[in-house]
């Protein structure tokens, strides 16, 4: 069963401007983890927060974690076409590494 | 290259066959995970091992099994194939430590008709 779920499920955006996707989780967690998958391809690791932080920066994303709201968004600030893809959340319990899949959001970035 | 392979890419097979998926983690990564992705049911995780043992069981079928041998690698097979089975099955690995992320295989594609 998914842990997560995103919203929106779909998002579409001009080149330049910002994206956000927001993830929702059920139960504790010892951090949250953002990928990306290209259609069809493996999944690339993002960005990881953990459970005691509230913010994180990497590049161009943005991560923020409320974890008494069970939720969390990722910011892309300043889009590029070859951002064109889904982002899943997934977390981490805190028994155990086994990493559980949110919904996905598809963003598509037009030129 | 992520450095996590898996073979083969495409796999075309009928109903009621079986099939052997296999994955090769990166190198020093001892966990494997297998984690199944349909359009409905979204990235499904089966089955975890970690050098060589079972750690933890998802929502696999019991027509499937997988195991990870000594020298890491890892097969899942899938038996008795139904068409609902047609998915793309993704292998990750990693090294086990909480608060890291994992390194995915490209997938295989396996479409059961």
């Known amino acids: 069963s998914q842990q997560g779920e995103e919203d929106p499920q779909a998002l579409s955006i001009q080149e330049g401007e910002n994206a956000t996707m927001n993830c929702s989780y059920k139960t504790s967690i010892n951090n949250l983890q953002w990928y990306r998958q290209n259609s069809g391809r493996g999944l690339v690791h993002l960005i990881l927060i953990r459970s005691n932080e509230r913010e994180k920066h990497s590049g161009r994303l943005r991560v923020t974690l409320d974890t008494s709201k069970k939720s969390s968004s990722l910011l892309i600030t300043a889009s590029r076409a070859a951002d064109t893809a889904s982002y899943f959340c997934?977390?981490?319990?805190?028994?155990?590494?086994?990493?559980?899949f949110g919904t996905g959001t598809r963003l598509q970035v037009f030129p | 290259d992520s450095g996590v392979t898996q073979t083969p890419k495409h796999l075309i097979t009928a109903t009621g066959q079986r099939v052997t998926l296999r994955c090769s983690p990166r190198?020093?990564?001892?966990?494997v995970y297998w984690y199944q992705q349909s359009l409905d049911q979204g990235l499904q995780f089966l089955i975890q091992?970690?050098?060589?043992?079972?750690?933890a069981k998802g929502n696999i079928l019991e027509r499937f099994s997988a195991q990870q041998f000594p020298d890491l690698h890892s097969e899942l097979n899938l038996s008795s194939l139904e068409l609902g089975d047609s998915a793309l099955y993704f292998c990750a690995s990693s090294v086990n430590r909480q608060n890291y992320g994992y390194t995915f295989g490209s997938g295989t594609r396996l479409t059961v008709v």
């Open positions: 190198s020093g990564d001892l966990s």
């Open positions: 997934a977390t981490g319990p805190n028994n155990g590494d086994k990493l559980i």
């Open positions: 091992y970690y050098n060589g043992e079972e750690r």
